[in-house]
């Protein structure tokens, strides 16, 4: 079984709605319940600051600070994880138009939020990801990048450079600066980044493909993945021979990218296609209450691989999980978030949903930047 990861203390100051707030936990599951707009996803996202990127929300940093604070804000956490007892700080400082997050481990200044992952795998589910099959690719590649991400720290470094290569690309073609030995650079790095950023998907999609296949049988569905949009079906070829395929694409494709403004082709036109697997349909097709069933699967099936992966349950914040499942599945639910072996965070508006988890949890009321046990 899979070694826990958890907080013991968090700690807030001038985050979202809350001056000052600090929760004292310990290793079980942590319900915070009260009404809309009281603050509760808002305490999930200070502890999605524990892992890289910008949160369970995508948030703009300076949109993060309270208002009228006048400066930045802070996260602090003791946290019980896979490197051992830490503590862990992160914020931004000065006069709240810092677009920097800075983070500190036991009070040393760290390089990069990407530390953080040596700590924590901290996985979300919110009610803002109901659309994730019937929205754009692109909310379906982040959310998949999201999923690799959190057994591959380095895939979201590799995801960054190959966003800045192609940015200088794309400008040299839009400014008409054809030079040969300029591009071939730009591409053959482009190439290597991308087809790496390709692999470590594909790689996910196997991973979570054989475990669910192992898997015991769930009350939720169990989808079925598959990817679309740059070198389908190709995949499986050598890196090196797909490196060449893939220059080969770009240096064929500058005038017609010249002429869009932008590359056409890449692992960032990738679209990840999910499947209902007892209905064999296509997730965006199901009904809203599948798709929702399809999703607490999914993530459920990707905390199970973490696990495996890594040998520490990950964290899980759960955003208004209990809404719209009847008490069978939600008694499932918890039984299974339990079974994974890690803490999680769990949000709603009404404490007796969460009735079953008893003692296996700590309930905490959340009122106007406010929070009581």
């Known amino acids: 079984m899979a070694q826990k990861a958890s907080l013991s203390r968090l700690k807030l100051t001038d985050f979202r709605n809350y001056a000052e707030a600090a929760l004292s936990l310990n290793d079980r599951h942590v319900v915070l319940t009260g009404e809309n707009g009281a603050g509760k996803t808002n305490l999930l996202e200070a502890v999605s600051f524990l892992s890289p990127g910008r949160g369970l929300r995508r948030a703009v940093l300076t949109d993060v600070t309270r208002v009228g604070a006048g400066g930045g804000f802070s996260v602090f956490a003791d946290v019980d994880g896979m490197e051992g007892e830490v503590s862990l700080g992160t914020g931004v400082d000065g006069d709240g138009e810092t677009t920097t997050r800075r983070l500190r481990i036991n009070a040393t200044p760290a390089k990069s939020t990407e530390e953080l992952s040596d700590h924590l795998s901290v996985l979300w589910l919110t009610p803002a990801m109901d659309g994730l099959f019937t929205g754009p690719s692109a909310d379906r590649r982040r959310f998949l990048d999201r999923l690799v991400l959190s057994i591959d720290p380095g895939h979201g470094r590799r995801a960054s450079d190959f966003e800045r290569t192609m940015r200088s690309r794309n400008r040299l073609l839009s400014e008409g600066r054809y030079d040969p030995s300029w591009l071939t650079a730009i591409e053959t790095q482009m190439a290597g980044l991308g087809i790496a950023m390709a692999a470590a998907r594909q790689e996910m999609l196997g991973l979570l493909r054989n475990l669910s296949m192992a898997s015991e049988q769930t009350p939720f569905p169990s989808p079925v993945l598959a990817l679309e949009g740059f070198l389908d ?120 949903m969460f009735s079953t988890l008893a003692d296996r949890a700590q309930f905490f009321t959340v009122e106007g930047g406010s929070i009581r046990a």
């Open 233 to 352: 079906g190709a995949l499986d070829t050598p890196a090196a021979d797909l490196e060449d395929r893939y220059i080969d694409m770009l240096r064929e494709g500058r005038g017609r990218d010249g002429a869009a403004g932008r590359t056409l082709e890449g692992p960032h036109r990738v679209d990840l296609l999910v499947r209902h697997r007892e209905k064999d349909m296509d997730a965006g097709r199901c009904s809203t209450g599948e798709q929702k069933a399809l999703l607490i699967g999914l993530i459920l099936a990707h905390a199970r691989l973490t696990a495996n992966m890594t040998g520490f349950a990950p964290i899980l914040l759960l955003d208004e999980i209990a809404a719209h499942l009847d008490e069978g599945r939600r008694t499932a639910l918890f039984n299974l978030i339990h079974d994974l072996g890690g803490q999680s965070f769990m949000t709603g508006t009404d404490q007796s």
